[in-house]
């Protein structure tokens, strides 16, 4: 059983910036692909980056060039840099665990094994 704790969420004024931080139990959080979600209200939960255990990324198109996504497997944590952030990035944010291989694939579902209990990111104009 892996569990996962966020931190790191708060609020910011639009073109701010935010790192989250994800701490993972499992001693054997290197095998693992993580990946970051987000779920604003009303709407359905999303990847918005994910990064498999040799360390390739994958993101959504909405956060390309502006989101960094990193592990420490020194640490067992995760990492996301938010840069630019839009209003339209408010959302609770997730980090996510599971043993899956295409991090492209696999960024495109919510059917991950591992969840935290999230982080509130609130981005004002």
């Known amino acids: 059983q892996v569990q996962l704790v966020e931190s790191g969420g708060g609020s910011v004024q639009a073109g701010g910036s935010l790192r989250l931080s994800c701490a993972a139990s499992e001693y054997n959080y290197h095998t693992y692909s993580m990946g970051w979600f987000r779920q604003a209200p009303g709407k359905e939960r999303e990847g918005v980056a994910g990064i498999d255990r040799d360390g390739s990324t994958s993101y959504a198109d909405s956060v390309k060039g502006r989101f960094t996504i990193s592990r420490d497997n020194a640490k067992n944590t995760l990492y996301l840099q938010m840069n630019s952030l839009k209003p339209e990035d408010t959302a609770v944010f997730y980090c996510?665990?599971?043993?899956?291989?295409?991090?492209?694939?696999?960024?495109?579902?919510?059917?991950?094994?591992?969840w935290g209990q999230g982080t509130q990111v609130t981005v004002s104009s």
């Open positions: 996510a665990a599971d043993r899956c291989r295409n991090i492209v694939a696999c960024l495109t579902s919510t059917s991950w094994d591992y």
